[in-house]
């Protein structure tokens, strides 16, 4: 796999609602964080990789919790 040395932006095929306007939402890889922003704009939120592994944890743990909860309903 190939380490990011450098940062690498591109445009997503994600579109969000900002400033009154539909704009594409773009990406950018750093070494130690993702940047967001969206097509147009100035505004970047720069997010750790770790923040956002963190969070996906929280939501899979969050789903099965759901699910356990609807099988133990359904019996």
Known sequence: MTTIDRP????TATYKRDAGRTRA???ELHPSHI???CKGTRRRLQVPYEAIYDLACKLLA?????????K????
């Open 8 to 11: 690498v932006r591109r445009e």
């Open 25 to 27: 939402l773009l990406v």
């Open 35 to 37: 940047e967001l922003r």
């Open 62 to 70: 969050r789903q099965a919790r759901q699910e356990k909860r609807a």
């Open 72 to 75: 133990a309903g359904a019996r």
